[in-house]
């Protein structure tokens, strides 16, 4: 019959006749009180096989000294420290002795019992001395049976040293980042890390990263990215095909940028941090609210801004599922009066029914629900046009809708500037709050000199003072002059798709009605039939320039019509 630990204690490197020296060659048959169990642990890879056979041979010695057989050796490998990381096989010793298969539990050293304290080794000596069990720590010669309160001692001496090594590792890696050091993991598509660099640099895959970056700007989709480069026959890093998700995924890292990803140590159920970290799609800032960069980047991190928002437009948040929270894609917008044009009847939605616009409520639920109405979409696309241009160029530079316009077009047109000022007033906040913590050490608790609290506030100072002058930069009004002109504001009209169209419009008009038609076929002007309601009133001094705008853009319409048609 043999040992049912004999095949780690072989991968251990001990060889038979050794093992039959120790006594761990022939299964243990003792009485319950006679037999022990003994937990080994490698905590780290420097430790080598020669140590760890050297932990048996010590435990060993001791047994035989007590008289005692082991019936089982429990063999892990689990970080030293880590507190919070589950031990499997020092569960299953101990709980051996709970079954009453032994007595006693040998250990080389109080850490390689527990790093959770005193709390986790307090009740597991409560739990063997109902069972009349022990714990022995050799290297320290302990016995839990005499030693108790020697022994939680040491064990919370433990757990105050994993939590040392913990937060002097983080940071340790923490300050490598800062310093704009690429501390490991997989690099994205079009980039490598030399060993030993610390820093991303483009590699041969970078002009196929650069064309997904291209055509991710030119508003394609990843699942049509992919499938291009599949059609092509240019396969991913590990030979596979191309996947939509892999473009996503590839996207959403701020490494493919050539900045430091943020990361979050992820935690379980219970709220316990676990040994796992994600990166997540925000880069690291610096004090001053800067990314921090690691080196070379596929795209810059206004393309990066660009890409991220075009992606996450593409897609909602969906239901949940067995294997985690999905997002389901959002068909791209072919309309440019959703969400603002209502039908005159039930002042419901009117949307896109293909050549035409029409009642929501009237095609979902039926003539019950709404007589309906419907239009050509065309003819009431034109239409708004007309009327949004003669409105804005009848404006004062001073009206809120010229300055909603201008602060919308720029988020769409401008997002790395929107979100570096997202970046600087949340930095500026934070700066702020750690003055007002700084003042109370000071003031109120007293627990600081007057000489460090003069540097401590100087330093935030001029933080709080850099900030502040970066927003109010950033937030300085955009050149308005091309909303006072009828040719300039066309040409920025033209210039934008679909959803540029719509900001621009949503910054001027609350909603959009349609008179109902007096008669089936009614041919009165769409801009006789469209009631819009504006976010506010035209300039009475600027009205004469209406009807110019008006025929400007007419005549531009004319012209795009013609040049289509040719």
């Known amino acids: 019959m043999e040992r049912e630990d004999l095949p780690a204690l072989r991968a251990l490197g001990f060889e038979d006749s050794e093992l039959k020296e120790l006594g761990l060659w022939e299964p243990a048959t003792a009485d319950p009180s006679a037999l022990a169990e003994m937990y080994v642990r490698r905590s780290k890879k420097k430790d080598t096989l020669s140590s760890l056979r050297a932990h048996v041979r010590i435990m060993c010695e001791q047994a035989r000294r007590d008289n005692t057989?082991?019936?089982r050796v429990w063999f892990e490998q689990k970080s030293a420290s880590k507190a919070y990381i589950r031990r499997e096989e020092f569960e299953s010793a101990t709980a051996a002795i709970v079954?009453?298969?032994s007595k006693t539990l040998y250990v080389l050293k109080t850490s390689r019992l527990s790093r959770r304290g005193m709390g986790q080794v307090g009740l597991l000596l409560d739990t063997l001395e109902e069972k009349q069990a022990r714990i022995y720590v050799t290297a320290e010669h302990l016995d839990s049976r005499y030693n108790r309160g020697m022994l939680a001692w040491v064990s919370e001496?433990?757990?105050?040293?994993a939590k040392d090594i913990a937060e002097f590792t983080k940071i340790g890696i923490d300050s490598n980042k800062a310093d704009g050091k690429?501390?490991?993991g997989v690099t994205p598509y079009g980039l490598e890390s030399p060993k030993g660099s610390g820093k991303l640099r483009r590699n041969a895959e970078y002009p196929t990263s650069r064309r997904i970056a291209d055509l991710l700007l030119a508003t394609r989709t990843p699942a049509s990215i992919a499938e291009t480069l599949n059609s092509e026959g240019v396969p991913t890093r590990h030979g596979k095909k191309w996947r939509a998700q892999t473009i996503i995924h590839l996207?959403?890292?701020?490494a493919w940028a050539g900045l430091v990803p943020n990361r979050e140590r992820v935690r379980d159920e219970n709220g316990n941090p676990t040994d796992k970290y994600r990166r997540t799609a925000d880069p690291l800032l610096d004090a001053d609210g800067e990314p921090v960069s690691c080196g070379e980047g596929v795209v810059s991190y206004a393309e990066f801004v660009k890409i991220r928002a075009l992606i996450s437009g593409r897609s909602r948040a969906g239901s949940g599922s067995a294997i985690g929270s999905k997002r389901r894609g959002v068909r791209q917008p072919v309309t440019i009066l959703t969400d603002l044009f209502k039908c005159p009847h039930c002042a419901g939605p009117m949307g896109n029914g293909g050549r035409n616009y029409n009642c929501r409520n009237r095609a979902v639920q039926g003539p019950s629900a709404c007589s309906g109405a419907a239009t050509q979409r065309e003819?009431?696309?034109?239409?708004?046009?007309?009327?949004?241009?003669?409105?804005?160029?009848s404006l004062s530079p001073e009206s809120e809708t010229i300055q909603n316009i201008a602060r919308r077009w720029l988020q769409y047109r401008d997002p790395a500037t929107e979100d570096r000022k997202r970046n600087v007033a949340a930095a500026l906040e934070q700066a702020v709050g750690r003055r007002e913590r700084l003042e109370k050490e000071f003031f109120v608790i007293g627990g600081m000199d007057e000489e460090r609290f003069d540097r401590l506030r100087e330093q935030?100072?001029?933080?709080?003072?850099?900030?502040?002058?970066?927003?109010?930069?950033?937030?300085k009004e955009a050149d308005l002059s091309p909303l006072m002109d009828a040719e300039a504001?066309?040409?920025i009209w033209e210039s934008e798709g679909v959803e540029g169209r719509r900001a621009l419009l949503k910054a001027a008009i609350k909603s959009v009605t349609i008179t109902p038609a007096k008669f089936r076929g009614d041919r009165t002007p769409i801009l006789d039939r469209l009631v819009v309601e504006w976010r506010d009133a035209k300039d009475p001094e600027a009205l004469a320039a209406t009807d110019r705008g008006v025929e400007y853009v007419e005549r531009t319409r004319q012209r795009r019509k013609a040049a289509e048609a040719a």
Do not use: C, F, N, Y
């Open 157 to 161: 001496q433990a757990r105050e040293q």
């Open 69 to 71: 057989q082991i019936r």
């Open 182 to 184: 690429w501390t490991g």
């Open 489 to 491: 504001l066309t040409a």
């Open 379 to 393: 003819r009431a696309e034109d239409g708004i046009t007309q009327l949004w241009m003669a409105h804005i160029v």
């Open 251 to 254: 996207t959403m890292s701020p």
């Open 460 to 475: 935030l100072g001029a933080q709080i003072h850099a900030l502040k002058t970066e927003l109010d930069e950033l937030s």
């Open 99 to 101: 079954a009453g298969l």
